[in-house]
């Protein structure tokens, strides 16, 4: 299967599914039929294998891997003091750059028996909605002690939800329309309300559920671990945006019961 797909991926393919999946491309699939026009995709294409590794060519963030075989006592004792990790030197790839042995002695704290008998299945893959997924996040925040939950809630809100929410509303105010049937794009939907070439029903390519989909796992995080106030004025402001493109959501009648 994902040697078929050639050098289509899903944007969540996890980085070692996604090193296979190239590899086998360049060795087994490959074809530059795949390869878009543009000069940014031609850039990225493994249109050259090389044979022989040289550590300081490949990205830079991989220098700062630990090489040592055991974290001193220093290090754990620094950790409850708080220190920055620079204080503490210890053995890394970038100060075996250039060396004799840059190549040997890279050593690892813990040996695997079978590589396989890890984790196969991740939390984030089988769990099915984003509220689900946030909630085993800020659970597993909850029973760490060294985990400040109401932080790790303000930097999921920040960094992600708020982001994409605003960024997908923008999205909705310009997006193209399509049609279901031929998949013809218009900037703007025909007069006549279907498909000029095929007379098809024309979509939104941007759909309300689109939007909405983290704005009550957005709210639910601010309320439960009251962060601060201009964090929840900002979301109440996008959820006011939203309502007055979408309108607000009708109030339901409910049993009684169900509060107690």
């Known amino acids: 299967m994902l040697i078929q797909c050639g050098m289509l991926q899903r944007r969540d393919c996890e980085g070692d599914e996604n090193c296979v999946m190239l590899l086998l491309d360049c060795l087994m699939n490959f074809s530059r039929k795949y390869l878009p026009a543009h000069r940014g995709a031609t850039q990225d294409a493994p249109l050259v294998i090389t044979s022989l590794l040289i550590p300081s060519e490949v990205d830079d963030m991989v220098f700062d891997l630990d090489i040592c075989s055991r974290y001193p006592l220093e290090l754990y004792e620094a950790a409850k003091e708080y220190k920055w990790p620079w204080e503490i030197k210890i053995e890394q790839l970038r100060g075996r750059l250039g060396g004799d042995n840059e190549y040997s ?12 008998t890890g ?5 984030y893959k089988y769990l099915p909605s984003m509220q689900e997924k946030v909630l085993g996040q800020m659970q597993l925040a909850e029973k760490i002690r060294a985990v400040d939950q109401k932080d790790v809630a303000r930097l999921i809100i920040e960094r992600h939800f708020i982001r994409d929410i605003r960024g997908n509303l923008r999205k909705f105010s310009t997006q193209q329309f399509r049609c279901v049937n031929c998949n013809e794009k218009y900037r703007r939907p025909p007069l006549k309300g279907e498909c000029s070439k095929c007379g098809g029903r024309i979509v939104f390519t941007v759909s309300e559920g689109f939007i909405i989909k983290y704005l009550q796992p957005t709210l639910d995080l601010a ?16 959820r006011l945006r939203i309502e007055s493109m979408f309108g607000k959501e009708k109030e339901t009648q409910e049993n009684l019961g169900k509060w107690f």
């Open 119 to 123: 984790v196969r299945c991740s939390a």
């Open 105 to 116: 002695g890279i050593r690892f704290t813990h040996d695997v028996g079978d590589f396989n």
């Open 223 to 238: 309320d439960k671990f009251d962060l601060p106030p201009y964090l929840k004025q900002s979301l109440d402001l996008t």
